[in-house]
């Protein structure tokens, strides 16, 4: 493997969830990380907090405030990070919006269409804005790369059709993104997470009765992360999906408790 020490990554929607595990476990391979999110303060799920967790990592954290539902917010972060940093060596691209309330089970006919603009619009359009204005600090890179973190939901029903609908098209954009950046030398890969115990998931099972045993944690998948990062020719992986639970297995990688789930998803397809 290589090494990411001083390497410049964004996490978008990194307040909480996967983003955070994303770069907190950046943050342990030595990369300045700027977090992004619409959540500041001391609080348990905000960037501020996720900054300080990515220090304490081995890592810097830079929080910067961003709705993502917002153009312009888009457009100013990327420019203070050009401004600061000069250039971006890697962009995680995971901010999503959970409806509220969410929309799990029922019909797409019983949940307001603003869920099409929470799940397709903060998880599929806000991607590709950021992607549209990171792309001129990727290309000063020596070695950029381009992550996408999505869901098996692209392939598969889970939650509801408009959440599908995002996860599909945020594969197929990454596809085509990968074709278009690799003139440049510029990976894109989808990350495939499993069952994530994500705060959202463990909230919701303590009111369904869910088993989380064999759930990853999101800095199971952060590392995952890391490691394809750090993994030879990743240009050779360019527009295809990654699993988790594969490159787990591939790298032979554990979560902060020294454990990693054995069971996989039962209807995933490999790519």
């Not at 955070?20 to 348990?44: F, N, S, W």
């Not at 001129?136 to 889970?158: R, T, V």
């Not at 950046?181 to 369904?208: C, H, M, W």
Request: aromatic content about 8%; charged content about 20%; hydrophobic content about 40%.
């Amino acid at each position: 493997m290589g090494s990411l020490t001083g390497k410049i990554a964004v996490v978008t929607g990194a307040s909480r969830g996967i983003g955070k595990g994303v770069a907190i476990a950046l943050g342990e391979q030595g990369c300045t990380v700027y977090v992004t999110g619409r959540t500041t303060g001391d609080g348990e799920r905000t960037i501020d907090t996720t900054a300080r967790l990515v220090n304490e990592a081995g890592g810097e954290g830079r929080p910067i405030q961003c709705d993502h539902g917002d153009d312009a917010d888009i457009a100013a972060l990327f420019k203070h990070i050009g401004e600061e940093a000069g250039h971006i060596d890697i962009l995680v691209n995971n901010v999503y919006k959970i409806p509220n309330p969410p929309a799990w089970g029922g019909g797409f006919w019983d949940h307001p269409i603003q869920v099409w603009d929470d799940q397709v619009g903060i998880g599929l359009r806000a991607h590709y804005v950021a992607s549209w204005h990171a792309a001129a600090l990727l290309f000063k890179s020596d070695a950029a790369a381009m992550i996408n973190i999505s869901s098996p939901g692209g392939q598969s029903y889970h939650f509801s059709a408009s959440y599908g609908a995002g996860k599909a098209g945020l594969d197929r954009l990454t596809a085509d993104m990968a074709i278009e950046l690799e003139p440049k030398n510029v990976p894109a890969v989808v990350i495939y997470p499993g069952s994530v115990a994500t705060e959202f998931i463990q909230d919701a099972a303590k009111q369904r009765e869910m088993d989380l045993s064999q759930s990853q944690t999101p800095l199971l998948v952060g590392r995952a992360v890391a490691a394809l990062l750090q993994s030879e020719n990743l240009m050779a992986r360019t527009g295809t999906i990654q699993w988790v639970e594969d490159l787990v297995e591939e790298f032979d990688l554990y979560d902060e408790n020294g454990s990693r789930p054995t069971v996989k998803y039962a209807d995933r397809a490999h790519q």
